[in-house]
């Protein structure tokens, strides 16, 4: 059970967040993978790496509550500003990726409160990496973002609001569909 690059790929080097990674690899691939169960059978397997992994995942499932970093409550505080604005707001993020954990834990209780009144929604792309490297995962990415965008067109409509985007813009949009 080998994580596929000891390196962060974008430069960061948040401990937690590379545990998160190894964690989210060892149990979303390396476990069903015959090659990586054979390499930890015969000492080929990086058990440290698989040791802090699941040090992580059990410190945050029975571990205590963080106290909210500064950062996370002036998002908490942003959120709450663009919702009162009526500003329709959508994250859409890869089941792989494991900034949706960071996205969650940052938004905390407001964040899903949000989400369960209907002001804000998450939708969370199933059987995806985080980069949506598949051509099928970015034609899925793709269609969320036409139906969403459809579904916002239409209620603005119904609403009677001025659009934001002239007409002739929006028109190519709606046709691809």
Known sequence: MNFP???????????????????????????????SWFKFLTGGAKYR???LALVSRTRRRFGSAQ?????WLLFRQDLDIVVRRGTRTV???SQGDPR???LRLAGGGKLRELCSQGKLELI???????????????????????????EI??????E??????????????????
């Not at 106290?67 to 950062?71: D, G, I, K, S, V």
């Not at 969370?124 to 969403?148: A, G, M, W």
């Open 5 to 35: 690059a000891d390196a962060e790929d974008d430069g960061n080097s948040n401990s937690g967040l590379a545990d998160r990674r190894s964690e989210h690899y060892f149990l979303n691939f390396a476990i069903r993978d015959p090659k």
């Open 49 to 51: 790496k698989i040791f």
């Open 67 to 71: 106290a909210p970093a500064p950062e």
């Open 91 to 93: 994250f859409v993020s």
């Open 100 to 102: 949706l954990y960071d």
């Open 124 to 150: 969370i792309i199933p059987r995806t990496d985080h980069n949506f490297s598949s051509l099928y995962d970015q034609e899925r990415l793709i269609e969320v973002v036409r139906n969403k965008a459809s």
């Open 153 to 158: 067109l239409q209620d603005r409509a119904k």
């Open 160 to 177: 009677g609001t001025a659009l934001s985007v002239p007409p002739q813009q929006v028109a190519p949009f709606q046709a691809r569909r």
